[in-house]
């Protein structure tokens, strides 16, 4: 059901951007004002996200670890997988961030005949969206050449490593055969498999056949369907310097469908899962240091909602009966109780 919900939400999204490249009076609105909503829906609506994230009370030290915490000097401490340190918190988060650490470690389970229930490694998952990510971000850090003038350095720089083999003219950029292959992974992985099918909703397919949309049509522009470079820049340059002109006769359709499926994404982007982009430098299990042993955390709010603390020493007085029937041990003998 979720996939062909988003396949019918792609198409409709196909049939409006040809609407608005074909109908006359309709390419100022879909080359420019469209553009500018979404825009200030993007900015607006992730500030709110983050402002959201920001105002969520974390009462308590709830970092997610996987590794040895810090204890006697003689046990060696995983310094990234239990920071103890914000020196340790920078480098986990930097390893999540930049090389998905988290997802390099996750197992995938399996049931086998008896039944047996296996672990094994998945790592294409992880390679995939390492690969997607990154081409991500290669991509849109090359169209800066679209919306700056002068052209940033690090532009050209990107372009020749980007098109190191010099295959075909124009050059084909790696990242445009890897974002493919990766959006193509992640995709029927989500329909192949039945245990990720069965929890996958419209919001997991969507954004991916969103992407695809982006992704096809601007390398179908690039190798295929030429369109007016000076046009797309000098209306993208017009747009971001509040000073947008009518669009130029220039302008192909292929580039209408380019710049509505990416309204349409920054639209899409603060209401849905996308925001994780933002949201995993917000997140209480990967941005606090794990000293919980270290140092005793109270409740800030036990003032103000008048709670009493509950030390451990009154925790077993008031269990002691149930725990030592449990073979529980105590830190003190009934005998030494006053």
Sequence with gaps: MGIWFSLVAVAALILLGLLGANVSGLNYIFAVVIPYIAITLFIVGSIVRIVRWARSPVPFRIPTTGGQQKSLSFIKQNRLDNPSSYLGVLGRMALEVLFFRSLFRNTKAELKEGPILTYGANKWLWMFSLAFHWSFLIIFLRHFRFFTQPIPFFVPFLQDIDGFFQIWVPLIYMTNAVILAAL????????????????????????????????????????FFKTDLVAVKELMLGILSFAPSAPSEGLSLWFYLHLFFVCSLLIYFPMSKLVHMSGIFMSPTRNLANTNRMRRHVNPWIDELKMKPHTYEEYEDEFRKVMKGAGMPLDKEESHVS
């Design 184 to 223: 193509t992974y992640l995709f029927f992985r989500r329909v192949f498999d039945s245990k990720i099918r069965y929890i996958s909703l419209p919001s997991d397919y969507f954004p991916l056949l969103l992407i695809a949309g982006i992704a096809i049509t601007g390398i179908l522009m690039r190798y």
